[in-house]
C-alpha cells in the first residue's frame, strides 16, 4: 500500500507520544477534511492555537505553508550568496564552558561526563573570529542560538542567526554586501524589491488579511552617519569623544 493512499490517523502512544498509523482510504480522509474547522470561527483563541499546534495552523490555513517555503528560499538564499563569494560554510560548538559573543543570558545545562555546568551558546562570534585568526579568510554559520530572556514579538529564546566574518574588509564593504545580499534575496523570493508584509503577525496566513505595510528593499539603501543621525533624532549634540574633559562633564 502506498502512502498516497491511505489517511494518517493521529492517536496517542503508550508514552503519550504523538503517532500516526494508516487507517482508512483517501476517500473517506477527504470527507473528513471537509469537517476540519478553520480558526477563523473562534477568533477569542485561535492565536495561541496555531502557534502551539502548528499541524493543525498548517491542515486549516493554506495561507501558512507558503510562510514555510519563503523562509526555506531566504535562508537557501542567505547561503547560496555567501558560498557564491567564496565564504565558507562552518558549524561552531552549540554548548561550551562558558557563554560569550553578545550580552545576552545564557540557558545552563550539566554535562554528566565533565562534571560540570555548560552554557547553550548565544552567539558563534568568538569561534568564527577563532576561524578568521586561524586562516580562513571568510567564514559563515547559520544555525541556533539560545538567549534565556524576555519574550515578546520580536524576541524568542531560540531563534536562527546568520553571522559572517570577512579578513581585510571595513564597514564599507559590510554595508555593501548587506544592501546586496538583502535586496537581491527580496527580488529573487518574492520577484519584487517591494513587499508587502502583515502589520499584524498573528493573522498572517488567515482569510481574513490584516493590513499591510510595504517595505522598499529596492538599493541603493540610504546610509546614515551615526552620530548626526543620533544628534538629530535626539535633538541635543552629542560629547566629543577626543575630548576626555567634554566626556566627564
Not at 55 to 81: H, Q, S
Request: charged share 25%; aromatic share 10%.
Amino acid at each position: 500500500m502506498m502512502l498516497r493512499n491511505v489517511w494518517l490517523r493521529h492517536g496517542a502512544s503508550a508514552r503519550r507520544l504523538l503517532s500516526t498509523a494508516p487507517t482508512v482510504s483517501v476517500a473517506e480522509a477527504m470527507e473528513r477534511f471537509h469537517d476540519v474547522p478553520k480558526f477563523t470561527q473562534y477568533p477569542h483563541f485561535f492565536p495561541e492555537i496555531r502557534f502551539r499546534k502548528k499541524y493543525l495552523d498548517l491542515l486549516t490555513n493554506p495561507g501558512v505553508r507558503p510562510i514555510f517555503e519563503t523562509r526555506a528560499k531566504v535562508v537557501r538564499g542567505i547561503r547560496r550568496y555567501l558560498e557564491d563569494r567564496n565564504f565558507i560554510e562552518v558549524e561552531t560548538p552549540m554548548l561550551f564552558s562558558a557563554a560569550g559573543g553578545a550580552a545576552a543570558q545564557p540557558f545552563v545545562t550539566n554535562s554528566r561526563a565533565l562534571g560540570k555546568d555548560l552554557y547553550l551558546r548565544i552567539a558563534p562570534e568568538l569561534f568564527l573570529k577563532q576561524l578568521i585568526i586561524g586562516g580562513f579568510d571568510r567564514v559563515f554559520e547559520i544555525g541556533k542560538v539560545f538567549r534565556n530572556e524576555g519574550i515578546d514579538a520580536t524576541h524568542n529564546p531560540e531563534f536562527t542567526i546568520c553571522e559572517f566574518y570577512q579578513a581585510y574588509a571595513d564597514y564599507n564593504t559590510l554595508m555593501d554586501t548587506a544592501e546586496e545580499m538583502i535586496s537581491g534575496i527580496a527580488k529573487d523570493v518574492t520577484g519584487s524589491y517591494k513587499i508587502q508584509y502583515p502589520m499584524d503577525e498573528s493573522s498572517e496566513g488567515l482569510e481574513d488579511e490584516p493590513a499591510m505595510v510595504e517595505i522598499d528593499f529596492t538599493p541603493p539603501f540610504k546610509r546614515l552617519p551615526i552620530l548626526e543621525t543620533l544628534e538629530e533624532c535626539l535633538g541635543e549634540e552629542l560629547p566629543d569623544v577626543n575630548s576626555p574633559g567634554r566626556i566627564r562633564t
